[in-house]
Nanobody, 123 residues
Framework: VQLVESGGGMVQTGGSLRLSCAAS????????MSWVRQTRTKAPEWVAG????????YYADSVKGRFTISRDNADSMLYLQMDNLQSEDTGQYYC?????????????????WGRGTQVTVSS
């Protein structure tokens, strides 16, 4: 399993970023996927999930209405469009196999997470 995240950066409050995750080494199109974020002072936070077909999306209350998860199974890519970014969105963002916090925690224990991409929102 290999997951490579990209698209992070520094942005001002209210700005937007689009994160990408290139997946390989597993049957991406058959796997629910999620985005998770972590800061140095908080436990990892599940942000958004999408089912294998891309038909259903799920969001944490903290990002609902601002973030959009999507996927391209033909290219084994996962995306996270982040709009109206706030300072509390700052963190390292990871894509992970699994559609729920429990499943992504298991994928972490199995060593399936990538290195992540840093998002910094400044006021």
């Amino acid at each position: 399993v290999q997951l490579v995240e990209s698209g992070g950066g520094m942005v001002q409050t209210g700005g937007s970023l689009r994160l990408s995750c290139a997946a390989s080494g597993f049957a991406f199109s058959s796997k629910d996927m999620s985005w998770v974020r972590q800061t140095r002072t908080k436990a990892p936070e599940w942000v958004a999930g999408i089912d294998a077909a891309g038909d259903n999306e799920y969001y944490a209350d903290s990002v609902k209405g601002r973030f959009t998860i999507s996927r391209d199974n033909a290219d084994s890519m996962l995306y996270l469009q982040m709009d109206n970014l706030q300072s509390e969105d700052t963190g390292q963002y990871y894509c992970a196999p699994g559609g729920s916090y429990v499943e992504v925690a298991e994928s972490y224990e199995n060593g399936y997470w990538g290195r992540g991409t840093q998002v910094t929102v400044s006021s």
